[in-house]
Nanobody, 114 residues
Framework: QVQLVESGGGSVQPGGSLRLSCVVSGTLLSFNAMAWYRRAPGKQRELVASINLNRITTYADSVKGRFTISRDNAKNTVYLQMNSLQDEDTAVYYC????????WGQGTQVTVSS
């Protein structure tokens, strides 16, 4: 059974940075294209960044140039470096495959506020 454990969230001021981690267990990360998603209060979950097996990345327009997704297959871990955070980035962040096929983890809360 695949398990996803996200961490690294917190409360930061606008302009701050956070680095999220997602540890995958129960399968090999190297076989899967991965993504980070987020759900803001009152909104649906949205995909914000993805990385495929060749480490080609894509980003939602709202985070392009500020967020960087990466993967360490040896550690079975996916990362999301978030810089220049804005109030609109406040959300619970989750990782999953690009198709969201695994059971969702609990996510990690990111709060951006002055």
């Amino acid at each position: 059974q695949v398990q996803l454990v996200e961490s690294g969230g917190g409360s930061v001021q606008p302009g701050g940075s956070l680095r999220l981690s997602c540890v995958v267990s129960g399968t090999l990360l190297s076989f899967n294209a991965m993504a980070w998603y987020r759900r803001a209060p009152g909104k649906q979950r949205e995909l914000v960044a993805s990385i495929n097996l060749n480490r080609i990345t894509t980003y939602a327009d709202s985070v392009k140039g500020r967020f960087t997704i990466s993967r360490d297959n040896a550690k079975n871990t996916v990362y999301l470096q978030m810089n220049s955070l804005q109030d609109e980035d406040t959300a619970v962040y989750y990782c999953n495959t690009v198709r969201g096929i695994w059971a969702w983890g609990q996510g990690t809360q990111v709060t951006v506020s002055s």
